[in-house]
Structure formats: structure tokens, C-alpha cells
């Protein structure tokens, strides 16, 4: 028998073609084709910059200042599995460190996403292994319990569910739902496009913002044309 709050459910896996769809497309731009509703805010990347991380979520939630779950979904995953840890926000006291991170490279994980807080952060920015946290803390965690695997989680807000594809950058992460990958993936790479023209005209002195003004007069800011 499970008990809520204290288990381990069955794992979703996702198309690793679906999480292909989103290799080297900006965390903005997908943000902008989900409707900028979606994604982690104040979370910090403590990897070097200029680090991508793109997999997909392996979800735990644990007790705040308790690793216990952690250290079995380290056991459970691998390559292509992000962790995405939902620690009630807490910074008061770190869930992973070195010897976890460690681990977790030499499994294979892509990265980790913790709403909480880690420590030896030194050994974290020196390395292109991604982990985006709350904060940092020297205070070490517990290792009771409860907590659970592979179980819908609210990492800043936004609910991760397992297998839903991670993708992060310098600007944050943001999270998509195995059935919209298709249609975000293109839009955004639709975007990507665009936007690329944009950087041409402002280049080539052509770039046209007389949308700003069309703004102004529907709002009387500025007298009809």
C-alpha cells in the first residue's frame, strides 16, 4: 500500500524525439509561445554561463530540508532525465551538494531544477553540468522523509509534471507538455526566424517600430494620423 505523501509512482518517459524539437531554441522564445504564463522566476543558475540544459523532468517533492527521495530518484534516473525537485522553496537548509552532483553527472542526468536550496557552489559554478536552485546554504539536509517521485510538483509557481520536456539557459527554464511540443517547438522556431530578420534590419537601418506610435493614438496618447 503507498501513502500519499510518501511513494514512489510508475515512471512517464517522453519521446526523446519530442524533446529534440527544442535543441538550441531560447527559453524567451518558447516562453512567448506559451502565452509568457510559463516558467521558473527567481531561481539561480550556479553552473557556468552560456549552459543549456534540455531533457525531461524526473519530478520529486520532498519535506523542506529532507533529501531522503532525492537520493532514490538519483537511483531511478538517467540519461536525459532532468530533476526537478520541488522543495517548498525552502533555503533554510541545502538538498544537494558535490557528492550529489556528482552522482547525478556520472548517471547521466542532464541537470537539476530545485526549488530549494545547494551547497559547494563553488563545484557547481565551475562546471557546465546545469542546476538552477532557490539559493545556497552551508546548513546540510535530513534524511527521513517523507516525500514522492514522479508526481505533478510546483517548482516558482508553474506545475511540472513527470516527463514534461525542461529546457534552460541563462534567462531561466521553462516547461512543455509532451502533447504541445509539436505546435510550441514550431511557433517558436516560427519566432526564432522572425526575430532573426529583426536583427538584419536593425543592421541594415531598415528596422520598422511604427508600431509604437499605432499603439499611442488607439490609446489617445497621440492625435490620430
Not at 538550441?24 to 522564445?29: H, M
Not at 538552477?132 to 546554504?137: E, I, N
Not at 528596422?207 to 490609446?219: C, N, S, T
Amino acid at each position: 500500500m503507498t501513502q500519499p505523501g510518501f511513494r514512489i509512482l510508475e515512471r512517464t518517459r517522453t519521446d526523446e524525439a519530442l524533446v529534440g524539437l527544442f535543441d538550441n531554441l531560447p527559453t524567451s522564445i518558447i516562453s512567448d509561445n506559451l502565452s509568457r504564463l510559463t516558467g521558473t522566476w527567481g531561481l539561480h543558475p550556479y553552473h557556468r554561463p552560456g549552459t543549456r540544459l534540455l531533457g525531461q523532468a524526473l519530478t520529486v517533492r520532498v519535506r523542506s530540508g529532507d533529501n531522503l527521495m532525492i537520493h532514490k530518484a538519483l537511483q531511478m534516473g538517467g540519461p536525459g532525465d532532468v530533476l526537478v525537485i520541488d522543495g517548498d522553496g525552502s533555503v533554510d537548509r541545502a538538498l544537494m551538494g558535490e557528492i550529489m552532483k556528482r552522482v547525478a553527472q556520472s548517471r547521466g542526468f542532464a541537470g537539476l531544477v530545485i526549488d530549494g536550496a545547494v551547497r559547494d557552489v563553488a563545484s557547481y559554478r565551475e562546471d557546465t553540468f546545469p542546476c538552477y536552485a532557490r539559493g545556497v546554504c552551508h546548513r546540510g539536509p535530513y534524511k527521513e522523509g517523507p516525500g514522492e517521485i514522479n508526481i505533478p510538483v510546483s517548482v516558482s509557481g508553474v506545475v511540472v509534471h513527470p516527463g514534461d520536456i525542461v529546457v534552460g539557459d541563462d534567462d531561466g527554464v521553462v516547461f512543455i507538455s509532451p502533447a504541445d511540443a509539436k505546435a510550441v517547438a514550431a511557433a517558436s522556431r516560427n519566432k526564432a526566424a522572425a526575430e532573426a530578420a529583426t536583427f538584419e534590419s536593425i543592421a541594415g537601418g531598415s528596422y520598422d517600430d511604427a508600431w509604437v506610435d499605432e499603439i499611442l493614438r488607439a490609446r489617445k496618447v497621440l492625435p490620430a494620423g
